[in-house]
């Protein structure tokens, strides 16, 4: 047994995931990687909250497979696996399920965002969502969840579901901390700064996708909203700016003050044609070697059945224990 702290990260393969996706969260989890033992997991289960065409969904499953291992995430050094492999997740999410309650569900900002766009998507397991959330991370005796400041709050009720069933049950899953990055926490829209970049974004010119080739990623950057202050400052004055110079610090690891002080004197012009390069081309190797792994389905098919085998060990003690402290009768075989 290590005695490294854990962590437990996902993404949803519900679409081609965002440079925001990638800075917020992927990145981060290779930077802790080697202080932490990690599973990082392919939330394929909350993937289908929103409707999927099942030959894309095993599509995107396996590029974001193929993205976490490009980014850099080694599948010696940390659990890879896919949530539906792994039924623990689904079966403790009921339990948990059993003590929410709705008023808990229905304050969450994700829900209340999505239900507000209403239409005929609005299903139950998007209400009950963060309850599976909380499952994947508390079967594993996390520690740390490295994600985006957009997750803090379902984090909340993570630890608050765990404190619950620890007061009314004995002591019996960890309380985990939420890590966000200081820069990248959150990345916005290139065409709206007061919204988050995101993948269902209607409008394709307000995000980057981790696949979107060189030109794209210049065309997009180039276009990007910014304001008519003429002058490159770090200031929430100024969103536009403010976001290509938190995107652009990550890739360059300067702070976004000191980035905004190379362009002082220069227009936006010129910073947006070196921020379009320094995504470009900081995102490119991710891309080339994602691609080649979406060639090798032997591999990823190694890696994501071991993955597996791995988390369900775990996380089917965790049940087990979990089921007896709430009385259900142990299943003998014969
Ligand atoms: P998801 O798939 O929407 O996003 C995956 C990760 O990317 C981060 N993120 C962002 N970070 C910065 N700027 C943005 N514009 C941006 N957009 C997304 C998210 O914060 C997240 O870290 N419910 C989760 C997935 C999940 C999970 C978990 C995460 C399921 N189970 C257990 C941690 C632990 C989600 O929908 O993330």
């Known amino acids: 047994m290590s005695d490294k702290k854990i962590i437990f990260s996902g993404i949803q393969p519900s679409g081609k995931i965002t440079l925001g996706n990638y800075l917020g969260a992927l990145s981060n989890w290779v930077e802790l990687q080697d202080e932490y033992q990690n599973y990082y997991c392919i939330v394929d289960m909350h993937a289908i ?32 696996f896919i949530q539906s492999h792994v039924p623990q997740h689904v079966e403790l999410s009921w339990v948990l399920q059993s003590m929410t309650y709705m008023g808990e569900l229905g304050r969450m900002t994700q829900y209340k965002d999505k239900s507000a766009k209403g239409g005929e998507n609005l299903n139950s397991a998007l209400f009950t969502y963060p309850v599976l959330m909380a499952s994947d991370i508390l079967l594993y005796s996390t520690d740390l969840v490295p994600v985006g400041e957009d997750q803090k709050q379902h984090l909340e009720l993570s630890r608050d579901l765990a404190q619950r069933f620890n007061n009314r049950y004995s002591d019996t899953f960890k309380i985990p901390e939420v890590y966000t990055p ?64 938190d995107i652009c610090s990550k890739f360059e690891k300067v702070s976004p003050q000191d980035l905004a002080l190379r362009y002082q004197g220069k227009g936006y012009g010129e910073f947006k044609s070196d921020a379009a390069e320094i995504i470009a081309q900081g995102l490119r190797p991710v891309r080339e070697k ?43 075989r014969i």
């Not at 995107?60 to 010696?76: C, R």
């Not at 209607?202 to 002058?231: F, Q």
């Not at 059945?305 to 791995?310: E, I, L």
């Open 49 to 80: 909250t929103v409707p999927q065409i099942p030959k894309d969904l095993r599509e995107n499953t396996l590029l974001l497979l193929s993205q976490y291992i490009a980014s850099g995430i080694d599948p010696n050094k940390s659990t890879i």
């Open 182 to 245: 200081k820069v990248g926490a959150r990345v916005m829209s290139l065409q709206d700064p007061s919204k988050k970049m995101s993948k269902s974004d209607e409008n394709e010119n307000g995000y980057i996708s981790l696949m979107d080739s060189n030109d794209v990623i210049i065309k997009k950057v180039k276009r990007a909203v910014t304001d008519s202050v003429g002058i490159v400052n770090y200031s929430d004055e100024q969103p536009g700016i403010k976001n290509l110079l």
């Open 290 to 332: 994602a691609n080649e792994y979406m060639n090798d389905k032997a591999y990823l098919e190694e890696i994501y059945s071991q993955g597996a085998q791995k988390a369900e060990e775990v996380a089917s003690k965790m049940l087990s224990k979990v089921y007896k402290k709430i009385g259900f009768i142990p299943k003998k």
